[in-house]
C-alpha cells in the first residue's frame, strides 16, 4: 500500500511539478532567457490568490486574478530586464536572481512568514475511492487532469497555431521573421506574459494542494531546472516526462528514504546529463 500511494502521490505531485514548469520550458526552455526568479513567480501567485480567494471567498476567481497579475509582471520584466540583454546569459542570471531575492524580501514584507493554506471549492474536496487505493484525495486527481489539459493545449498552442509557429520562427532566425513584418518583441512579450501567468496559476494550485510560505520559490524554481533539464529544453512532451519521473522519484524518497529523498531527483538529472547531454 505504501508503494501504492507513492506512485498516486509522485503522479499527482508531477502534475504540479508539470504547472510550474510549463511556464519555464516556455521562457528558459524555448526563449532562451534565463529567467530564475520564476520562482518568486510561483510564489506571488500563490500569494495573490489566496489574499483574492480570502477577500472575494471564490477560489475561481483566484486563479484568473493571479493569473493575469502575474502575466503582467512578467510583460514587465520581458520588456525592462530581458528585451535590454538578449543573448546575455550571464547578466540575466546574475539579474534574475537579484530580483528573485528582492521579491522573496518584498513578498515577507508584505505576507509575514506565516504558512498559507486556501481550501478548494466542495465539489473537489474530500477523497474518492479508485479501483487500486481506497481513498485518494479529490483535488490531487484535479490537479493532475488540469496538467494533462494544460499540457495538451500549451502543445497545441505552439505547435498548431500560426502564433505557435510565430514564436518558434522567433527563437530560430528573429531577423526573417521580423523581415517578413511580424512585430517580434510583441510575440516575445506575448509568450513570456503566458509562462509567467502558468507559474501564478501553478502557485494557486499549490498554495490549495500543499501551502505557500516563505521559500516555496525557491523549491520549486529549482524543481523547474531540473525538469526542463532532465525533459530538454523548450519541449512540453519532455517537460511532462521530467517533471513524472522527479514527482515519483521524490514521493519514493520521502516513502523509502526520507533523509535522501532530494538525492533521487538530483540523480535523475546527473543520468540525463551523462546520457542526453543536449
Request: glycine share 12%; net charge positive; charged share 10%.
Amino acid at each position: 500500500r505504501v508503494f501504492l500511494n507513492a506512485v498516486f502521490n509522485g503522479v499527482t505531485l508531477g502534475g504540479l511539478y508539470f504547472l510550474v514548469a510549463s511556464g519555464f520550458t516556455l521562457i528558459f526552455g524555448l526563449m532562451r532567457n534565463v529567467n530564475l526568479a520564476h520562482g518568486s513567480l510561483y510564489l506571488f501567485g500563490g500569494y495573490v490568490g489566496y489574499a483574492i480567494s480570502t477577500w472575494t471567498g471564490s477560489w475561481v476567481l483566484s486563479f484568473v486574478v493571479a493569473f493575469l497579475a502575474v502575466a503582467l509582471v512578467g510583460v514587465l520584466l520581458q520588456i525592462l530586464v530581458f528585451r535590454r540583454m538578449e543573448g546575455q546569459d550571464l547578466r540575466q542570471t546574475l539579474v534574475t536572481i537579484g530580483l528573485s531575492i528582492v521579491f522573496a524580501d518584498l513578498m515577507l514584507w508584505a505576507f509575514g512568514g506565516e504558512i498559507y493554506t486556501f481550501d478548494p471549492p466542495a465539489w473537489i474536496y474530500g477523497s474518492t475511492v479508485l479501483p487500486v487505493v481506497e481513498k485518494f484525495p479529490t483535488y490531487r486527481i484535479a490537479v493532475l487532469l488540469a496538467a494533462i489539459v494544460i499540457g495538451i493545449g500549451l502543445w497545441s498552442f505552439l505547435a498548431k497555431t500560426r502564433i505557435g509557429m510565430m514564436i518558434r520562427a522567433g527563437v530560430d532566425d528573429r531577423g526573417m521573421l521580423a523581415a517578413s513584418g511580424v512585430n517580434v518583441q510583441l510575440v516575445f512579450a506575448v509568450t513570456f506574459a503566458i509562462g509567467a501567468g502558468l507559474a501564478g496559476l501553478a502557485g494557486v494550485v499549490g498554495g490549495t494542494a500543499l501551502s505557500i510560505s516563505p521559500g516555496e520559490d525557491t523549491r520549486y524554481l529549482l524543481a523547474s531546472l531540473v525538469v526542463v533539464i532532465v525533459g530538454g529544453m523548450g519541449s512540453i512532451v519532455g517537460a511532462s516526462i521530467g517533471a513524472l519521473l522527479i514527482g515519483t522519484a521524490e514521493q519514493f524518497g520521502l516513502a523509502y528514504a526520507p533523509t535522501y529523498s532530494v538525492v533521487f531527483t538530483f540523480v535523475i538529472m546527473v543520468v540525463a546529463l551523462a546520457f542526453r547531454p543536449r
